[in-house]
């Protein structure tokens, strides 16, 4: 098992991403704190989990509240004496942004996105790194979006959120690296399972006609292998690049767009 025993937690796992690393992370042995903005979600994970032999526990944590981040990861370390693995999968709704030109946007508008991921990320990689430092052990991590290096229209400041996040990957990783702690991200392509893709689809939908069909179609035609990826093979790669197994990898966004965006 690649993560027998270690201590993860991760931030948003009622939604797709953090649910699908969650499994993945318990299949390989770790033992999970599982948060999320509304519980009934992450409890849900939590119970598949602990129903399936894993060891996983859900607790209601507001990812953009620094003092409620604190408290939760102490009272993990009470717990478990230490965090091994930080994992911030956090989605910022942007309902009210999505399909609209940037010009008409309000500043305040625009720049939420921006300020909402990087301080979320912000928030759960300090409480983390705090505790890793003592150990000088420890991995966090996050997901972006493609959009952090190619020009997306009417996604608003989206796209500018993700190159944030990924440029604090690396001033992360360079502060925190000779300490023992690793930081890495993963930019996976669209997966076609989740809520979050079909929403950025509605208004592609009435600028374009595409069908919900065409438009995975289009974005599969962009990668090598001509098809999208599944959560599930996300997840895998986060698992491994949470692991011992991954001790090179610091300072960096694993890139997961099967080839269309260019390294
Ligand atoms: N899905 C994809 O295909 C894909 C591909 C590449 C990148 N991404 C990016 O990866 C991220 C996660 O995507 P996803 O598809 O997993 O989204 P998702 O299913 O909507 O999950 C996001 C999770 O974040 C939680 N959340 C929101 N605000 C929070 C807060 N303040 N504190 C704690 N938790 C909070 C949500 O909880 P509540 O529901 O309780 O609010 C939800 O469980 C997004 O940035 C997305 O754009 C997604």
């Known amino acids: 098992m690649l993560l027998k025993d270690k201590v993860a937690v991760i931030y948003g796992a009622g939604g797709a991403i953090g649910g699908a690393v969650a499994r993945a992370f318990a299949d390989e042995g770790a033992r999970l704190f599982l948060t999320g903005h509304r519980l009934a979600p992450v409890e849900l994970v939590a119970k598949e989990i602990t129903a399936g032999g894993g060891a996983a526990e859900a607790a209601q944590v507001d990812a953009l509240d620094g003092r409620a981040v604190d408290e939760h990861v102490q009272s993990v370390v009470d717990r478990a004496n230490r965090v091994d693995i930080s994992f ?25 996105p921006v300020a909402a991921y990087t301080t979320s990320y912000f928030l759960t990689a300090r409480a983390a790194a705090r505790r890793m430092v003592t150990n000088r052990s420890g991995v966090i991590m996050t997901v972006t979006a493609l959009l952090s290096r190619t020009g997306v229209p009417l996604v608003g400041g989206y796209g500018p959120a993700m190159a944030a996040k990924e440029a604090l990957t690396r001033s992360l990783s360079a502060e925190l690296a000779p300490h023992g702690v690793r930081v890495v991200g993963l930019r996976p392509q669209a997966m076609p399972e989740t809520a979050t893709l079909k929403e950025a689809f509605e208004p592609r939908a009435k600028a374009t006609g595409l069908t919900w069909d065409q438009w995975q179609e289009l974005l599969a035609s962009r990668t090598h292998p001509r098809r999208l990826m599944r959560l599930a093979e996300m997840a895998e790669v986060a698992a491994f690049l949470a692991s011992d197994r991954a001790s090179g990898m610091t300072g960096t966004t694993v890139n997961l767009t099967m080839g269309s965006l260019d390294d």
Request: net charge negative; proline share 8%; no cysteine.
């Open 88 to 112: 911030n999968a956090v989605g910022i709704p942007d309902a009210t942004i999505l399909g609209r030109p940037l010009v008409d946007l309000e500043v305040e508008q625009f720049a939420w």
